[in-house]
């Protein structure tokens, strides 16, 4: 598959100047409301705890008395089997994130009580743990209306030929944290915190000159930059926000940011996309693809044009998770839905078939719904 048209650069048709704060909700706006303020314009808001008032996780995992989490429920609802979990170690670095590695849920949520009990910050925080996945029937909250639109995980659910999403839930003790990024392929996210206290540190886009340093690597902790290696760092605008329990944060496509936990903390998070940010997503993966595509140019004299793209495209999916394949088979699925729910058919428990065919040497995708 070749290379779609240039695009434009990344965020350039938004305009982050006058931004100055982060918008904060009391009642949750509805749909229109969350499109034209936030996700067209790609800017975030913080909306307050109506929107999961009803949730089980709200409701079940939190001590009336303490706010804190309600370990003894957490154990008898989630541990009646072993459950492995992925988990970091936040005082170890690895590259540009935290040393990963499975453990126990039991043991996690004992070791996590110990920690509690005696009010000492913790090291080992459970990040991107794929809840809905691992307990399909749990019903521990619903998606909010505004957010349903989530062409993300409705393709990657709908697969038949992995078993995967972008819906996870985090638990972390005081002092854990989640080092400086922006979000996988430069989707949405939407964070809703059960208990404890988030700090969130928020840049804007067209920034990232000041977050490299001459080797382009990243900062990794925005509260220990070195200023010889980043010496303008401190010019980058950002925002500053506490998030209280049951509210939830819409962080928008190619916000950095830094997250820490205050005090015991649960959280809900999404990553996801739709038509207001696949522009971005695109512009994201052309950039991703122009770097691939520079680190092999030794090579490209020595294959022919498809085995330059082929070669290009596996090096690129390795590197970002996607390709043009895939946000390509992301938009069908999307378009086919869309079609049968216009004709008035039922989609809501298809399955996404996936093939493929080989044509001039090139493997291709065949992908579309299947009842």
Not at 41 to 54: A, D, E, Q, R
Not at 210 to 227: A, G, K, M, R, S
Request: proline content about 5%; hydrophobic content about 30%; some cysteine.
């Amino acid at each position: 598959m070749s290379s779609p048209p240039t695009a434009t650069c990344l965020h350039a048709t938004r305009d982050y100047s006058s931004c100055n704060g982060i918008d904060t909700l009391d009642t949750p706006p509805t749909y229109t409301e969350f499109l034209e303020k936030y996700l067209e314009p790609n800017l975030p808001v913080l909306i307050g705890p109506t929107l999961t008032s009803k949730w089980r996780a709200r409701q079940q995992w939190v001590r009336s008395d303490t706010g804190k989490p309600d370990f003894d429920r957490l154990r008898e609802q989630l541990c009646t089997e072993s459950v492995q979990v992925p988990v970091a170690d936040c005082q170890c670095k690895d590259f540009t994130d935290q040393k990963r590695s499975t453990m126990d849920l039991k043991e996690f949520l004992d070791e996590w009580e110990t920690h509690s009990r005696t009010n000492s910050p913790s090291r080992t925080y459970l990040k991107d743990f794929h809840f809905v996945k691992t307990f399909p029937a749990y019903g521990a909250y619903e998606t909010p209306d505004i957010f349903c639109d989530d062409w993300m995980n409705e393709f990657w659910t709908r697969r038949s030929d992995m078993d995967d999403d972008y819906r996870f839930v985090y638990c972390g003790g005081d002092g854990t944290f989640t080092p400086f990024h922006a979000d996988v392929y430069r989707s949405y996210s939407w964070s809703a915190n059960i208990c404890g206290l988030k700090k969130w540190t928020l840049f804007p886009p067209n920034q990232e000159h000041l977050f490299q340093d001459q080797l382009h690597n990243t900062v990794y902790d925005i509260e220990n930059v070195d200023p010889i290696l980043f010496p303008n760092f401190h010019k980058a605008k950002r925002f500053t926000i506490f998030q209280q329990p049951g509210h939830t944060l819409f962080v928008p496509s190619g916000w950095w940011h830094q997250v820490h936990n205050i005090g015991d903390t649960i959280s809900i998070n999404h990553n996801w996309c739709n038509g207001s940010n696949l522009d971005l997503l695109l512009d994201s993966m052309t950039s991703d693809l122009k770097e691939v595509e520079r680190e092999i140019d030794h090579l490209k004299e020595m294959m022919d044009s498809h085995e330059w793209i082929e070669t290009c495209q596996k090096l690129l999916l390795l590197n970002s998770g996607w390709d043009w394949s895939t946000l390509w088979n992301m938009c069908i699925i999307v378009r086919d839905r869309v079609k049968k729910q216009l004709s008035g058919e039922d989609v809501s428990k298809a399955k996404t078939s996936v093939g493929t065919f080989v044509q001039d040497g090139v493997e291709h995708i065949v992908i579309g719904l299947k009842e």
